[in-house]
């Protein structure tokens, strides 16, 4: 699995017209399945987010995870593009990533498993949908993180 977290002042996910999700301060995670995902790749990952400390304490130090931060929220979006390889040419392919019936499972069982470490709601776009994700990042911090490069 890859994903992307970016810290976030505000963050939020519509389809259509329709707002299916918002946060202010916290973490907008994209997430990126291949076949060869497992629980194994999820409990890491999700560890990982939830322990990364990188928001500010009162010094203005990233030293904080976000279950330290009052009130932050989590959006999780699934995106697909970010199993691209690029090695060759310039049509990025996609063909490490997972089709939706090895995806969709993988990625509820990362959001639930989430979920339950963070210990709030952890909202979500609606996977395959074409959503525009609106964001403030906050920093900038973006933090990339491919469950298969743990060394």
């Known amino acids: 699995m890859r994903i992307v977290i ?13 707002q299916v999700a918002s946060i202010g301060k916290g ?15 999820i409990e890491w990952l999700c560890h990982k987010v939830v322990g990364l400390r ?12 976000i279950t330290g931060i009052s009130g932050a929220g989590i959006i999780v979006v699934s995106q697909f593009t970010l199993m691209a390889s690029v090695k060759k040419g310039n049509r990025p392919s996609y063909i490490r990533a997972s089709r ?24 979500t776009g ?8 609106h964001l403030v990042n906050d920093g900038p911090v973006t933090i990339c993180i491919d469950s298969k490069n743990r060394i």
Do not use: C, H, K, T
């Not at 970016?6 to 329709?18: C, H, K, N």
């Not at 939706?100 to 909202?123: C, K, T």
């Open 6 to 18: 970016q810290r976030v002042l505000e963050a939020s996910v519509a389809i259509g017209q329709q």
């Open 27 to 41: 973490m907008l995670i994209l997430v990126g399945v291949e076949d060869a995902d497992n629980d194994e790749d």
């Open 54 to 65: 990188i928001f500010n304490d009162n010094q203005g130090i990233m030293n904080l995870p």
């Open 100 to 123: 939706p019936e090895v995806a969709i499972p993988i990625y509820e069982r990362f959001i639930s498993r989430l979920q339950q470490l963070f210990g709030n709601q952890v909202q």
């Open 126 to 133: 609606r996977f395959g949908a074409d959503m525009q994700v």
